[in-house]
Antibody
C-alpha cells in the first residue's frame, strides 16, 4: 500500500525558509525509474509543479522558482525534503508530494499525499 | 514554457456526457494525464497516457488526444463526478524536463 504524507510548519514569516518533508511507504526511491515531486496549489487556484527527484538523485526544478528551491532525499528514511527560501505571502498554498512510478516514462503522478497548507504571514 | 489551456467551467446534466478540453501547441505529440480533485482533497489520477485508466477508475472516464487538443470525456455523468479536473503533460522540449498542469476546469453537474 503506497502512502505519502507531507509535514512541516503551517505558518512561516516572510523572508523565512520553508522546509517540508514527504515521508512515504509502500515503495522505495532506490527503485530504478521511481520519482517523487513536490506540487503546490494556492487557495482557489491551479496546481503548480515545483520540483522532482528521481531514484538516481537527478533533480529538476520549476524554471520560475529554481533559484529558491532545493530537493533532496534520504532513501534510508523514505523521505524527500523540499526547502524554499525567501518565502512571500504569494507562496501561501497547499503543498503536495506525489509519486511518479517507474512505468510512467512520461511522468504522471499516481499517488499523492493529503497535502499540507502553508501560510506565509507576519 | 509549455502552456496548457482549459475552459474554466463545464456544466452537464446527470446521465449526459461531459467533455473537458486541454489545449496546447501540438499536444497530440505528447502524453496527457488527467486528475480529478474534489474540494478539500488531493488530486486523483483518472486518465494517463492520453487514454489509459488506473485501476479503480470507472470506464465512464476516457481520454483522447490529437492535434492541439486533448479531451477528457465522462460518460453517464453522476453527481459524484462534480469536481475540478486538471490536465498535465511532461515537457522535455527545453534544456531540462518539467511538468506542466493546465489551469483546471470546474465540472458542475446540474
Amino acid at each position: 500500500q503506497v502512502t505519502l504524507r507531507e509535514s512541516g510548519p503551517a505558518l512561516v514569516k516572510p523572508t523565512q525558509t520553508l522546509t517540508l518533508t514527504c515521508t512515504f511507504s509502500g515503495f522505495s526511491l532506490s527503485t530504478s525509474g521511481m520519482c517523487v515531486s513536490w506540487i503546490r496549489q494556492p487557495p482557489g487556484k491551479a496546481l503548480e509543479w515545483l520540483a522532482l527527484i528521481d531514484w538516481d538523485d537527478d533533480k529538476y526544478y520549476s524554471t520560475s522558482l529554481k533559484t529558491r528551491l532545493t530537493i533532496s532525499k534520504d532513501t534510508s528514511k523514505n523521505q524527500v525534503v523540499l526547502t524554499m527560501t525567501n518565502m512571500d505571502p504569494v507562496d501561501t498554498a497547499t503543498y503536495y508530494c506525489a509519486r511518479t512510478p517507474p512505468v510512467a516514462g512520461t511522468g504522471w503522478f499516481d499517488y499523492w499525499g493529503q497535502g499540507t497548507l502553508v501560510t506565509v504571514s507576519s | 514554457s509549455y502552456v496548457l489551456t482549459q475552459p474554466p467551467s463545464v456544466s452537464v446534466a446527470p446521465g449526459k456526457t461531459a467533455r473537458i478540453t486541454c489545449g496546447g501547441n501540438n499536444i497530440g505529440s505528447k502524453s496527457v494525464h488527467w486528475y480529478q480533485q474534489k474540494p478539500g482533497q488531493a488530486p486523483v489520477l483518472v486518465v494517463y497516457d492520453d487514454s489509459d485508466r488506473p485501476s479503480g477508475i470507472p470506464e465512464r472516464f476516457s481520454g483522447s488526444n490529437s492535434g492541439n487538443t486533448a479531451t477528457l470525456t465522462i460518460s453517464r455523468v453522476e453527481a459524484g463526478d462534480e469536481a475540478d479536473y486538471y490536465c498535465q503533460v511532461w515537457d522535455s522540449s527545453s534544456d531540462h524536463p518539467y511538468w506542466v498542469f493546465g489551469g483546471g476546469t470546474k465540472l458542475t453537474v446540474l
